[in-house]
């Protein structure tokens, strides 16, 4: 069924430096969808990598003294080893230095060439390589003596050379046609605005090979040209996909793209020049452009060339990986920019992890284990209390799949915090421990009940904090093929009488 597969991109990161937060944002956050997508019956194909051609890394080889290749397998191998200390779950990593990525991209060309969309001229104006991107005269301005793009505040240089041309102009009134058919295709909507705006503003042809310099996929048949990296770095979408043999059961099963992760500095890339390079080549654009909000220090962008980066790999030595997807999921979501810290991070991880969700966990599971022997069995006589905790709930999840597939990742946190919230009120009022004696049918269908919560809260923030949620979906001995969303559609997850394993505690609390 076409419709079961789901295929979901993060941006392939430049190897121009260490990874920082950024990053690690960008990379989890398209994880959490992904794993989502596999816990609701999706087949899932979720491709990372890095973005290896261009003058930004020829510069960067040159600085580290060494030849652009033997620079891009060190720095990609670091970009690969993140994605395990991230606990990313993809499935495949693509460089745009391999074989499979240049017969893609050669492809991609030659039906750009044949479809009349690209010719040869001059080009004559700025460029930022910092960006890797051009500029019009009205994005420039001048800040101490040099010449700054607005949109993104990098050095440009003004650049005159043979290059040849995509006919973006052309493409105008057909992307406007596109947005407006898929009201979805970029998101949160207020992106989508301002990508309408700026078509609308009118499309100038975009150079699509540079001469100046050499490190890049050479334009077939013209050795002096390499392509724009920009046009190479967006064709690893399809490359992971084994385009161009458009035959290949991959292919058939994941093209289009479902859902591109990106964040927001390169959604002018991905939601004008992508979906028309594809337009141009017959081929379908992809479903959904989510542009994430930044990470802030302070007022600004958090990057390499700002100096202000918190190095992801501290935080997870110091604080654990958990802890560190759900305060950045938590923390910056929807679309808009987070300001993260040290402080908002211990106060989160207190909050919501140790003295909520870990709380309920480690308040239940010793108490069963203490007076019931690590087991509990439920009968039919639920009370008025029962009902209206199941109903609460179930008014919760409701619309959990529809906050996930419109990438609104903060709404469902809430929600599932929510639950976990409501379920430790539900045991303080009902006080369990005082109906040893005098009810225990009572007492276990309370416990029973607080279970079942305990696993549905895991289920739902497995996407977020794999570790911790397995390891309570462990100890309740729910096997790994039935951690999956069918709850969602009324199904029981624990059996009527169940039996615990123990549990270790699951978050420090930090004082
Ligand atoms: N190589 C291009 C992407 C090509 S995709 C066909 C690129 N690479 S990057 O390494 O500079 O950035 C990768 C991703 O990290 C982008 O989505 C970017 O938005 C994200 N982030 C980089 N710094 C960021 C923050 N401070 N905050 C959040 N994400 C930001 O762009």
New binding site residues.
Partial sequence: MKDKNFFITT????PSGVP????A??SIIADVFARFKRNDGYNVYFLTGT?EHGLKIQKAAEKAKLDPLTYCNNISKIFKDLTKKLNLSNNDFIRTTEKRHHESVNDLWNRLVKSGDIYLSKYKGWYSVSDEAYYNEDEIIEKNGKKISTFSGSIVDWVEEESFFFKLSSWQDKLLEFYNENKKFILPLSRRAEVINFVKSGLKDLSVSRTSFSWGIKVPDNNKHVIYV?LD??T??LSAVNYPNIQDERYKKFWPASLHV?????LR?HAIYWPAFLLAAKIEPPKRIFG?????SGDE???KSKGNILNPLEIIKNYGIDEMRYYLMKEVSHGSDGNISLNSLENCINSDLANNYGNLCQRIFSFIKNNCNNSVSRNSNFSESDKKIIKQTNDLTKDLRDLMDNQNLNNYIKSVIGISFLTNKYINDEEPWKLKKSNIDKMNNILHIALEQIAKISILLNPIIPMASNKVLDSLNIKPENRNNSFLDGEKIIPDSINLSSLNILFKKIN
């Fill in positions: 941006p392939i990161y430049y920082h937060m950024g990053h944002y960008s973005d920009w770095a967006l690893n979408y990106i964040g927001k500095d390169i890339f994430h909000g930044w990470i802030l962008k958090m990057s």
